[in-house]
């Protein structure tokens, strides 16, 4: 028999659940408040972005308790939520005082911030219309960047059958990630560390969550176009940061271009960029060595910066 349960029964059931899980505090617009026990950092089931995908997110990383690209990341919820007409939850300089006090209601020193802006909960329909209206969720958890041996060997990469989304919604962090999804399914199920998507023109897209970027034969670090990606805050500072390299002559330019599986098989170097990996160096494309196959003088450069910036920001 299916049992009815009572309101009590629930909140038994739900305190007893061993609190495995590394969430350290959670923020809810449902609740008004933070919450540190993981039992009840919930989401009401008829918030459209749990049965409808519509909502947008963030990943960010705190390092040394302070909020890494904090202003970019928000900036980019912001135009996510506008290009689907979602009226933001609030001002940014609102929303960057809720990530402030989640993170520091977490007592964590380093951790990731997923900030989610979703429709809101008030049916099952399908219409954007039929909600209260926006909420915002911040949850605060433990960060699992990849493994050392990862940026001491490098990772491999191989070509994505995934169809790339078109222009608009790659440019949106949307709740509706399944092509991305079926990326991560693919590199699993091949073996590889990751796939990358090319677009109908045989363009390189990026990959699940990681904008790729590469070192060419004449030594440009380029990254893709931004017509058919999203603009990653990684890579936006990394390339900033790849100024000084170009000063010290290590590049010998910066910038953007198509980029065809031809200049990824002549490249140099081949870098995955994103908030939780930072830059991981590529040494196999389609199972061929990227380079002389080992971990490019460049990509360790820039992971240097990076992370320089990280403890400096
Ligand atoms: C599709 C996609 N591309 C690229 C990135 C990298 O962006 P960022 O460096 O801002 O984390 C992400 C981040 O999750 C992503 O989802």
């Known amino acids: ?50 049965h409808r995908g519509d909502g947008v997110f963030e990943a960010i990383k705190f390092v040394g308790a302070k909020i890494y690209l904090l202003r970019p990341h928000l900036e980019r919820l912001l135009r996510s939520a506008l290009s689907l ?26 951790g990731l911030i997923r900030v989610f802006m979703s429709r809101g909960p008030g049916s099952f329909s399908v219409s954007p219309y039929d909600t209260i209206g926006t909420q915002f969720f ?24 995934i169809p790339v989304k078109s222009s608009w919604m790659a440019q949106v962090k949307s709740c509706n990630y399944l092509p991305n999804v079926m ?15 090319f677009d109908e ?32 805050t990684t890579m936006i ?12 002559g290590i590049i010998a330019a910066i910038g953007s271009q198509n980029i065809s599986s031809v200049d990824i098989e002549n490249a140099k170097e081949i870098m995955m960029l994103g908030t939780t990996l930072d830059v991981l160096p590529v040494v196999t494309y389609e199972g061929k060595k990227t380079g002389n196959g080992k971990v490019g003088p460049v ?7 990076l992370k320089k910036d990280q403890d400096q920001a």
């Open 138 to 161: 911040v949850i605060v958890t433990a960060l699992t960047p990849p493994s050392a041996e990862k940026f001491a060997q490098g990772v491999s990469i191989g070509r994505s059958k």
């Open 85 to 110: 007409g979602l009226r933001p939850f609030a001002e940014i300089t609102k929303l960057e005082e809720i990530l402030q006090a989640t993170v520091s209601a977490s007592g964590q020193q380093s």
């Open 237 to 248: 500072r990394s390339f900033e940061l790849a100024e000084s390299l170009l000063q010290q």
């Open 1 to 50: 028999m299916i049992p009815i349960l009572t309101t009590q029964d629930l909140v038994n059931k739900l305190t007893q659940q061993s609190p495995q899980r590394p969430y350290f505090a959670m923020y809810s617009s449902i609740y008004g408040g933070i919450t540190l026990d993981p039992a009840w950092m919930l989401l009401p089931i008829d918030d459209h972005m749990v």
């Open 299 to 305: 990509a360790q450069a820039l992971l240097r910066l």
């Open 201 to 232: 023109q045989g363009y390189l897209a990026e990959s699940a969550t990681e904008n790729i970027v590469i070192l060419t034969a004449e030594n440009k670090l380029v990254r893709p176009e931004f017509q058919n990606i999203l603009s990653g």
């Open 183 to 197: 990326m991560k399914k693919e590199a699993v199920d091949r073996g590889l560390d990751f796939v990358v998507g």
